[in-house]
């Protein structure tokens, strides 16, 4: 799949906020994604990331 800045995706597992959506902020080495829920940012290992994601739900435009 391929991931571009802007993205909502949605992960596995939820966040504690409750919220499983996620916004793409960064693209490299690593991820940076913003919760939907509470707007908290986490930054994860390109792989992990990649793991983690099950779908895109809304592309970025």
């Not at 504690?16 to 490299?28: M, T, Y």
């Not at 939907?36 to 970025?60: S, Y």
């Amino acid at each position: 799949m391929e991931y571009q800045i802007g993205d909502i995706v949605r992960t596995k597992k939820q966040h504690p906020c409750g919220s499983k959506l996620w916004e793409i902020i960064r693209i490299g080495v690593d991820f940076k994604l913003k919760c939907q829920g509470c707007g908290h940012v986490v930054m994860l290992e390109r792989q992990k990331a990649k793991k983690a994601i099950t779908k895109i739900e809304q592309k970025a435009e």
